[in-house]
């Protein structure tokens, strides 16, 4: 079964800091890989997706994330973040080989919180 | 003109009632999902619906029932509810079933039983 771990349940940064949000998953097949962004009292919003070639996608509000297949990794970056970035982000697995449906499966959060 | 809309947001009930919750989404998608958000933000697959077929129908208890009466609609009827069941469930569609299709979620249900 599928797995995603986020390492950080909270990260704290000064404004105008980078932040890396770590990810790693553990699947044994290949998966496709999303990082999901819920800002306060709202669902969650696509930030970027990582499906096949460049190992670098970059999404929207900046942010960038960098598949790592040797060390099952997928973390989120962003090199200036800003206080509207104080959300919670979720990275998930879909299996490639389950093409009939999709079922996310997500990582437990990581609390972003950007201080003045 | 919100793409994934459900009602209500918020729901506070008693033990043992029935409760639904609505979904709709005017996207012209073909794939609806529930999903469920617990305290501690941990989000897990319910159910998922592709053109009115049940396609994913995850280990949760048989007091749910979804029921979508056309691929615009997906609703989520619970019975007998249990403390255990506080959650906020999201509703979301994507335009197909394939596991690389993006989601939309709406902004959730916070069901609170007491």
């Known amino acids: 079964a599928q797995s995603v771990t986020q390492l950080d349940s909270q990260v704290p940064v000064f404004e105008e800091a980078p932040v890396e949000l770590r990810c790693n998953y553990s699947?044994?097949?290949?998966?496709?890989l999303f990082w999901y962004v819920q800002y306060p009292n709202q669902g969650l919003q696509l930030l970027l997706k990582y499906l096949s070639g460049s190992t670098l996608v970059k999404g929207i509000n900046g942010f960038e994330a960098e598949f790592n297949k040797s060390q099952t990794s997928f973390h989120l970056r962003k090199p200036s973040v800003h206080i509207s970035d104080t959300a919670e982000y979720f990275c998930a697995v879909s299996d490639r080989l389950i093409q009939g449906a999709q079922k996310l499966v997500f990582g437990q959060g990581t609390r972003l919180t950007i201080n003045p | 003109d919100t793409a994934v809309s459900q009602t209500p947001k918020y729901l506070v009930t008693q033990m043992g009632n029935d409760k639904s919750i609505k979904c709709e989404q005017n996207l012209g998608h073909d794939t609806m999902y529930w999903y469920k958000q617990d305290s501690k933000k941990f989000l897990k697959i319910m159910f998922s619906y592709n053109n009115k077929e049940l396609i994913i129908n995850e280990t949760v208890p048989n007091r749910f029932s979804p029921k979508s009466p056309d691929k615009a609609h997906l609703n989520l009827h619970i019975n007998s509810l249990e403390l255990g069941d506080s959650a906020v469930y999201f509703c979301?569609?994507?335009?197909?079933?394939?596991?690389?299709?993006?989601?939309?979620f709406g902004q959730g249900t916070r069901l609170t039983v007491v």
């Open positions: 979301a569609s994507s335009q197909d079933r394939r596991a690389n299709t993006e989601a939309f």
């Open positions: 699947s044994s097949v290949s998966v496709y």
